[in-house]
């Protein structure tokens, strides 16, 4: 494999991280102007704010023995897609209940993300490459987080706080595209 389409994939694995850490990690950041907006209770936010975490929780050891099975692309577009689709819906649907059920699952789909991008990585890279590669795929957390910090609270206040949702659903449906288009699994 040519060193370019290596070097793409390990940037369109660590995009792909950083669209589901705008949601796992960005929806603290909608808490004041869902509170205001609509609200929320302190349990309320803490249940949404804990959902996503929960999906992940729960699903990253059978993410993980999916990719073993079926391979990295078909796992990590899959999950972050369906992702996409899930923070969609929580962004139309009213109520702390079915908000909280819809991110326990864009948590649970976004895990595919976590147990599938690291093997990608560590099966295009040569050893010696290795520590490089994830060091770059590691800076997903923290791109996700500022990604959703430049544009959560703004589109909250100006689209509102539930619809600021489709800002890292659109992220997770552009990285489901970018993966099943251009990332090919490892031998």
């Known amino acids: 494999?040519?060193?370019?389409?290596?070097?793409?994939?390990?940037?369109?694995?660590?995009f792909s991280q950083a669209a589901t850490c705008s949601f796992l990690y960005g929806i603290p950041m909608l808490v004041p102007a869902l509170r205001r907006d609509d609200g929320l209770s302190l349990l309320g936010a803490s249940a949404l704010i804990s959902a996503p975490m929960?999906?992940?929780l729960l699903t990253l050891i059978a993410w993980g023995a999916l990719a073993d099975r079926?391979?990295?692309r078909l796992v990590i577009a899959t999950g972050?897609?369906?992702?996409?689709?899930?923070?969609?819906?929580?962004?139309?649907?009213?109520?702390?209940?079915?908000?909280v059920v819809l991110l326990v699952l864009a948590g649970a789909a976004g895990a595919s993300v976590n147990a599938a991008s690291g093997r990608v990585v560590m099966g295009w890279f040569p050893v010696h490459e290795?520590?490089?590669a994830m060091g770059?795929?590691?800076?997903?957390?923290?791109?996700?987080?500022a990604?959703?910090?430049?544009?959560?609270?703004?589109l909250a206040g100006a689209i509102g706080a539930r619809q600021a949702l489709l800002f890292p659903a659109a992220l997770c449906a552009i990285a489901a595209g970018a993966v099943w288009l251009f990332v090919t699994d490892p031998p």
């Open 130 to 132: 290795r520590g490089l």
């Open 147 to 154: 990604l959703a910090a430049l544009a959560l609270l703004a």
């Open 1 to 14: 494999m040519s060193d370019r389409k290596r070097w793409t994939i390990l940037a369109i694995g660590t």
């Open 70 to 72: 079926r391979g990295e």
């Open 136 to 145: 770059v795929r590691q800076t997903a957390q923290p791109l996700g987080v």
């Open 54 to 56: 929960v999906g992940l």
């Open 80 to 99: 972050v897609g369906l992702a996409a689709a899930l923070l969609g819906t929580a962004a139309a649907v009213p109520g702390v209940a079915a908000s």
